[in-house]
């Protein structure tokens, strides 16, 4: 048993000591890493966008369905079960749209919002 342990140990040790050794990996820098990063993420807007529709359109219906079961029998099912639903809902069918509106003005250049500067001061005091 402890022969076993060792030998994949030192197979593990080999393993780690071949890939920081590699001249495979040496294209691969933090640069390379972040740009493959950001290529990789450039579609995900898009995908929450439809998930954050479809969950939304889920809830909705899911907040009537509560509220017409607490219309069918009001001491079994709370109001507030429907309610909580169809606000869940409505927040992620607007999510998106908020969303874009957030970066249209925020802006997606990476620059961001500049603090106002102040060039000069004039009291006109006579």
Do not use: C, W
Not at 48 to 77: R, S
Not at 86 to 114: D, H, R
């Amino acid at each position: 048993m402890m022969n076993l342990k060792y030998k994949l140990l030192s197979a593990q040790a080999a393993l780690i000591v071949g890939m920081i050794s590699s001249d495979a990996h040496a294209g691969n820098n933090f640069s390379n890493i972040a740009r493959n990063i950001n290529s990789s993420i450039e579609e995900l807007p898009g995908l929450l966008t439809g998930v954050a529709y479809m969950m939304g359109l889920l809830f909705g219906v899911l907040g009537i369905m509560k509220i017409k079961d607490h219309v069918e029998n009001p001491t079994q099912t709370p109001i507030k079960d429907g309610a909580i639903r169809l606000a869940a809902g409505g927040a992620l069918f607007g999510l998106p749209i908020v969303f874009e509106s957030m970066l249209n003005t925020i802006g997606t250049t990476g620059t961001g919002i500049g603090a106002a500067e102040l060039n000069r001061v004039s009291f006109n005091v006579n």
